[in-house]
């Protein structure tokens, strides 16, 4: 492992009286390509412990909801499973995350955590360091960085401008970064025994044990976990990934749909990128496709991930783009706006634009929209809202409750990239200024957007499982 990941954040003395190397999960859930567990491990050999890794699973995290937690628990559940075959303890804990790992500090000779990103995943941590620094707790403290394939501080100490500044720094380093072999085997597997509050065998009972206030959402419609996100990958390597040059059409469906697996940490995109290069070495899949993916897979969500680290204000309008945007959107606040739709209307597609309506079902009923869909359908938003603000301000919300890969870095970089951040001005029209401009016309010319539209209509309306959808629609944009 590329010891670049690891940073030390407090250094304890040598703790005859320890009984275990402990590992918070928060980021990346899961075992495999998990640097983080890796490094654990590697601790606790050094110093012949056992691992105990724990879980904090709060009824309160920021804007999650049911949907988001049963997919979360349905990736947590197999990755108990699996430390339970390798014989590495856990522990999960009803209770805040940073709150529920304090009482675990003790008997620890190390805590490592894995790296967050956003406001409240960084401020966790902190707290947590602060409280074992002031309580005098006699451990070291390590955070690894294993999300993302180049660490956020490695790729850069600002926040970049474009995928353009990103690229070239990315490009540099990402060799040095392709750094998992496997996970090494842990020596001393003693039990770690400690009461979890809960053990997800009925994740259905969990989760109304959790109490969750969700309102009427629709039931998820993916799966979470591992084991799904590995298949839909393998899905992609030998039926989609050819065809990805061609995915920005909505109509189709050849794009790997790996995003909510990669949110949650249930797979890694060191992982991904291993196995597409390997798929290329083999010449089973063509380089250009393949450099396309790369493209979205590495740069454009490292550059968001850059974005939410170094940009104070990524999910405040006010602070979130660059002064440019700012300026057309004050000049353009006060044209005159055709259509204005509430909330619910929008929520409910109940609007005039049949593509829009589509993509909002999309992300309504099934938790997911395709990436041209969501620029075109946070545009139609910002044309259809009384100001930019409240465009902002539904969007985000939009996005956060009904995506289960929402309240991403990615999230925030998509919603910041339709108010101009980390794109460019375009020539000045009424409503959108200098801001880049979708229209119905446009889905019309380049795409067969009847038959998306109708793809959501059969998905949302069958009894048909996402195999049999996904399968279905294959078969039919290969008879094309
Ligand atoms: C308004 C708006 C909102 C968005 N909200 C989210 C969100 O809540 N969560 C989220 O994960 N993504 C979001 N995106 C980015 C992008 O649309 C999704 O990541 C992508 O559609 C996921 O589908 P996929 O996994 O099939 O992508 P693929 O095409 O298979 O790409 C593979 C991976 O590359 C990354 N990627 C792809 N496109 C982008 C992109 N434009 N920017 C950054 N990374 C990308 C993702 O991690 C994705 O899983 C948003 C984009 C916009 C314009």
Known sequence: MNRNRIKELKKGSI???????LYWMQQAQRVNFNHALEYAIQVANENYLPVLVYFGLSANYPEANRRHYQF????????????????ISYVLKFAS????ILEFLDQAHSLIMDQGYLRHQRLWRDEVIEYANNNQKDLSIYCVDTDLIVPVEIASNKAEYGAYTLRPKIKKLVHDYRDFTRLSTLQNQHQVNMISDDNLLDINQTLDRLNLNQGDLPKVFYRGGYLEASKLLSLFLTQKVDHYLESSDPSTDYTSKLSMYLHFGQISSLEIYERMSLSLEQGQIDGLAYDAYIEQLIIRRELAFNYVYYQKGYDQFDMMTESWAYQTMQAHELDHKP???????????QTHDPYFNAAMSEMYHTGFMHNYMRMYWAKKIIEWSPTFKKAYDTIKYLNNRYFIDGRDPNSYAGIAWCFGKHDRAWTERSIFGKLRYMNAKGLERKFDINSYVHRI???INS??????????????TKEK
Do not use: W
Not at 97 to 100: H, I, S
């Open 457 to 459: 209509d059969i998905m």
């Open 15 to 21: 703790k005859p009286d320890a009984k275990y190397v």
């Open 97 to 100: 995350p940073e709150k529920g």
């Open 72 to 87: 979360m628990l349905e990736g947590l559940k197999e990755v108990f499973l699996i430390l339970k075959k390798f014989n």
């Open 339 to 349: 259509y204005l739709y509430s909330l619910k209307q929008l929520e409910l597609s």
């Open 463 to 476: 009894q048909y499982s996402i195999e049999k959808i996904t399968k279905s629609l294959y078969d039919k």
